[in-house]
C-alpha cells in the first residue's frame, strides 16, 4: 500500500474526514484490487453530512450515492444496526476499481484510520514542481566550468544553488519511490492471469454440538443418583447453549449468502469491467513511466550541480551549507577557507560545551550517593583533565 510512507501498513480504515474532502475516484485510485472498511459510526455520520449538503457535486454526496445508490448497503447497514450479533457485514463489490467494501460496527483495536490529512500527504507525492530556472540555466553553466577560485558573490550563489538542489533532491526521491510503488502495484494487477473479484470471506465458523456419553446400566447408590442429576442438568445447559450459538449461526450465515449473491452478480458481469479496469491499468502504467523519466532527469542535473560545486563534500548538507553562506553574507568570512575554519571551530567548542554539560550531570548524579563519592571525584578530575587539554589544543591552534 502506498501508506507504508505514512507508517500505516493497515490503510483500510477510512474516518469521515476523508469522505468529506477526497471524492471516490480520488480514494479508489488508491484501492484497486483492494478494500475498504467504514465502521458504522463513520457511516451514520457521513449520511447526516450527505443530507445537509446543498451541492450534488460535494463529494460525501458522491459517496452516499456510490454506497446506498450503486452498492444498495442501506438494508444490510438497518441489519448491522439492530441485530447485536452481527458486527461485520460485506463485501460489497464496485468493479470499476475491483475495491471491496465492508463495514464494521466497531473500529479494531490498535487500527489508525485514515484521515484527509493522510491523504493529502499522499497526493502531494503525485506531481512534481517545474524546476527552477535558475537551477537549469546554473546547470548549463557548470558544465564546462572547472572547479577553482571564486569571489565571494560566486561562492555565495553555489552555495545557494546547492542548499537547492539538496532540498529538492530530497522531493525528487519520494516522488520518484511513489512511482515506483505504483509502477509495482499497476504491474502486479496486469500481470494476473486470471483476475477476478476476491470471494466472500467472512464465513461464520458452525458450532459443534458435543455428544455426551450415558450409562447403560442402572445404580442404586444415591450419591450416583445426585450426580447423573447433576450430569443431565449440564447437559440440558450445553444444549440450550448449542441452540443459542446455533441461532446466532444462522444469522451470521445469511449475512454470508447475501454476500455470496453479490459475488454472483458481479461475476455476471465481469468480462466487460475486466477489460475496463486492466486498461485504466496500462494507462496508469504508462502515464507513471513518463513521470518517472522525468524525475529521474531533474535528479541527475541536481547531483550535477551538487557533485560539482566549490564547496567539499564533508559540508554538502543544508546545515552547513546555510551556516557558511551566513558567514560569507555578515562578512565573519571572506573565501571558502575562512568558512571551514570558523565552523571547524564552533563545531569544536560545542563539543566543549556538550562535555562540560554532562560533567554537571555527572557531578549532580553521584554526589546524590554517598557510597560513589570517591568515584565522583575520580571521574570529575579526570573529565576536567580533558577539558583542560582539548582547550590548549585549541588555543595553540
Not at 504491474?187 to 455428544?211: F, G, H
Amino acid at each position: 500500500m502506498f501508506f507504508t510512507f505514512l507508517n500505516k501498513d493497515k490503510a483500510n480504515f477510512p474516518d469521515l474526514s476523508l469522505f468529506l474532502q477526497y471524492t471516490p475516484e480520488e480514494v479508489l485510485f488508491y484501492y484497486y484490487n483492494s478494500h475498504l472498511t467504514i465502521t458504522l459510526d463513520t457511516y451514520k455520520q457521513l449520511k447526516i453530512e450527505a443530507e445537509s449538503e446543498e451541492d450534488t457535486l460535494s463529494p460525501c454526496r458522491q459517496w452516499l450515492e456510490l454506497l446506498d445508490g450503486e452498492l444498495d448497503v442501506l438494508k444490510d447497514i438497518d441489519t448491522l444496526i439492530s441485530n447485536k450479533y452481527i458486527s461485520i457485514i460485506g463485501p460489497y463489490y464496485y468493479p470499476f476499481s475491483n475495491t471491496r467494501f465492508y463495514f464494521n460496527k466497531h473500529l479494531p483495536a490498535n487500527v489508525k484510520q485514515i484521515t484527509a490529512s493522510d491523504f493529502t500527504t499522499i497526493m502531494s507525492l503525485e506531481f512534481l514542481d517545474p524546476m527552477n530556472r535558475e537551477i537549469l540555466d546554473y546547470h548549463k553553466s557548470r558544465k564546462s566550468t572547472k572547479k577553482g577560485h571564486k569571489n565571494k558573490d560566486d561562492l555565495i550563489k553555489d552555495i545557494n544553488m546547492c542548499i537547492i538542489a539538496l532540498q529538492d533532491t530530497e522531493k525528487v526521491n519520494k516522488h520518484i519511490n511513489y512511482l515506483n510503488k505504483l509502477l509495482e502495484l499497476r504491474y502486479a494487477i496486469v500481470n494476473i492471469e486470471n483476475l477476478w473479484p476476491e470471494e466472500p470471506d467472512i464465513l461464520p465458523e458452525k458450532p459443534q454440538k458435543v455428544e455426551c456419553e450415558h450409562s447403560s446400566g442402572g445404580n442404586l447408590i444415591p450419591f450416583n443418583t445426585l450426580k447423573s442429576r447433576r450430569k443431565r442438568k449440564g447437559e440440558e445447559e450445553d444444549s440450550s447453549s448449542f441452540n443459542h450459538q446455533m441461532k446466532i449461526y444462522l444469522l451470521q450465515y445469511r449475512e454470508y449468502e447475501k454476500a455470496c449473491d453479490r459475488y454472483k452478480t458481479i461475476l455476471g458481469e465481469w468480462e466487460d469491467f475486466c477489460s475496463d479496469f486492466t486498461e485504466r491499468c496500462y494507462v496508469d502504467i504508462e502515464i507513471t513511466e513518463s513521470k518517472l523519466k522525468n524525475a529521474q532527469k531533474n535528479l541527475r542535473i541536481y547531483n550535477n550541480i551538487i557533485s560539482k560545486s566549490l564547496i567539499h563534500t564533508d559540508y554538502q548538507d543544508i546545515k552547513s551549507l546555510t551556516i557558511f553562506k551566513h558567514y560569507l553574507e555578515t562578512g565573519r568570512a571572506n573565501d571558502l577557507q575562512d568558512c571551514m575554519n570558523l565552523y571547524e571551530e564552533e563545531v569544536h567548542w560545542d563539543e566543549i560545551k556538550a562535555s562540560q554539560e554532562r560533567i554537571e550531570n555527572t557531578i549532580y548524579f553521584l554526589q546524590n550517593s554517598d557510597d560513589n563519592t570517591r568515584l565522583a571525584n575520580d571521574h570529575i578530575e579526570r573529565l576536567l583533565k580533558k577539558i583542560n587539554d582539548r582547550s590548549h589544543d585549541s588555543i595553540r591552534v
